[in-house]
């Protein structure tokens, strides 16, 4: 048995390895798109040559990480040229994002830089394409006496190593992930209510809240600039803001979501409540409120609302992703060897036994974490032992059984899963008692109670492990069967 079991599982190994080296387990590096940096101060004609000269020096430090596969930069330029733009225009996020996507990148590094006649100043950020999640913000000022290639230099050592840190090189199965799932969240802030305080706190507190959100780094925010001039330009005021007012809003904003709320004084103490209304079903989706005592306070209170936030969000893009992704996989296929310890009321002592069990597993559901199951279980199994009266005595038994229950992920690791599962159907029984000469066959009633856990290797493959309770009723003599099942299977 022994043997059998191990030549199985180097079978296996060997299917899975085959699988994982056509790509399921090969690390891509993300392709990263520099584009020209923008001058912030329009009147500066000499340090114009800053624009190619940044990005330039990116180049060196971000290759020596060996994480990126870095893009010609004469790709961004033609671009821009057949969008009818110019470079000025990347001070836009968007436009920066739609020319990476158009050329292929999933990262994308801008920046800007400003020289006066006092200080420098130079800011670049690395953000990811497909999600729009700013990964990486990056700056470095300095007095105007100062060594500027020093300070660029600096930038561009920091941005890489950072850069290497946020954006790893993606498995195979990720970016398969992420065709499925496709659309970022995008979110518009409104500015705050201001209830019994001055307005320009309620425009503070929704600037606070915005970099709050921005700060967690996971959605795509539109800019407060754009949110003021849709809002001035629908004739809404933050006083009479209604969800449905807001919806409408988001529509406009090309969002998904969309935050508004109000800031109050309660006595001594302020307070910040705010919702997510969701654009597309027009309800309220999240709520969240926080309590400080001094204006000071208010950007934590601000943290703490987003903080919420992002898990309610977290949560709905979970869900997206796991029923998505379990569309495309709802079948199971997974095949273990057994070894059990059985007893039965023929054979009282406990009897050693071995053999196979195959599965088959359909997702019926699929919430967040937790899928209910259908499961189909057959196999064979064979024991060997003495019945009550001393004469030995050979035992098979081979169930089929349909059954339910529950499959779920555990939070500290996305490669387990977990499954708890009770079966019922029938069993085709023989028994042969070799002292006596004779031979037995019927077909019973069984029921099988199994936890197991499995764990990926890769997009398609799987190790199995579970242990299972089964319970035949031989012709009124039950067969009790604890059993260990090890093994593999195949998602599809």
């Known amino acids: 048995m022994k043997r059998v079991f191990a030549i199985f599982l180097i079978v296996f190994f060997k299917i899975a390895s085959v699988y994982s080296a056509e790509g399921a387990g090969i690390l891509i590096k993300r392709k990263v798109l520099i584009l020209d940096f923008v001058n912030k101060n329009k009147d500066d004609q000499i340090n114009g040559y800053l624009v190619e000269t940044i990005p330039d020096a990116i180049i060196d430090p971000l290759s020596e990480t060996k994480s990126f596969e870095i893009m010609p930069r004469d790709k961004a330029r033609e671009l821009l040229k057949i969008a009818g733009l110019t470079a000025a225009d990347l001070t836009n996020e968007a436009t920066a994002l739609d020319i990476a996507k ?40 300095g007095r105007i006496s100062g ?7 600096k930038l561009a050592k920091d941005l890489s190593a950072d850069m290497k840190n946020e954006l790893p090189p993606i498995p195979q199965e990720r970016i398969v992930e992420q065709v499925i799932v496709g659309k970022t969240i995008t979110i518009s802030v409104l500015d705050l209510e201001a209830n019994g305080v001055p307005e320009p706190l309620g425009k503070s ?15 795509k925010l539109i800019e407060q600039k754009q949110v003021r001039q849709a809002l001035q330009k629908a004739g809404h005021a933050p006083s009479d803001m209604t969800d449905a007012k807001a919806a409408e809003l988001g529509q406009t904003l090309a969002s998904d979501k969309i935050v508004l709320g109000r800031v109050s004084k309660i006595g001594a103490k302020f307070e910040i409540t705010s919702r997510i209304v969701d654009v597309k079903s027009r309800e309220v989706m999240a709520t969240a409120s ?29 869900n997206e992703v796991a029923s998505k992704a379990t569309t495309e996989r709802r079948w199971a296929l997974d095949l273990s060897l057994s070894s059990s310890l059985a007893v ?12 196979l069990q195959i599965g088959m597993r359909y997702a019926l559901l699929t919430r967040g974490k937790f899928t209910l199951p259908l499961r189909f279980t057959a196999g064979s199994l064979f024991y060997f032992g003495r019945s009550s009266y001393g004469n ?14 529950i499959e779920w992920s555990p939070f500290f690791s996305q490669k387990l899963s977990a499954e708890m599962t009770v079966s019922g159907g029938g069993a085709v029984s023989y028994l042969k008692s070799n002292s006596l000469k004779t031979e037995y066959i019927s077909s019973d009633p069984a029921i099988m109670f199994a936890f197991a856990a499995n764990y990926k290797l890769n997009r398609r493959f799987f190790l199995r492990a579970s242990v299972s309770y089964l319970w035949v009723l031989y012709s009124g003599a039950d067969l009790h069967s604890v059993g260990m099942n090890l093994g593999g299977g195949i998602n599809f």
């Not at 920046?111 to 394409?129: D, H, P, T, Y």
């Not at 039965?344 to 053999?355: F, H, M, Q």
Request: aromatic share 6%; net charge negative; proline share 3%.
């Open 102 to 141: 158009k050329s292929g990148a999933q990262v994308v590094v801008m920046g800007n830089f400003l020289v006066s006649k006092n200080e420098m100043i130079f800011q670049a950020r690395a953000i990811e394409v497909d999600s729009g999640r700013l990964a990486v913000s990056k700056s470095q000022r």
């Open 290 to 318: 926080a309590k400080f005592n001094e204006e000071t306070e208010m950007a934590d209170a601000c943290d703490k609302i987003a903080q919420k936030f992002k898990s309610e969000l977290e949560a709905e893009r979970e």
């Open 392 to 405: 030995s005595l050979m035992f098979m038994t081979a169930p089929v059984l349909l059954g339910t229950g």
């Open 344 to 355: 039965a009321d023929l054979a009282p002592a406990l009897s050693p036994a071995g053999g």
């Open 205 to 219: 507190a929704g600037d606070q809240l915005r970099e709050a959100l921005f700060k967690q780094k996971l959605y």
């Open 147 to 153: 060594n500027m290639f020093d300070l660029i230099g």
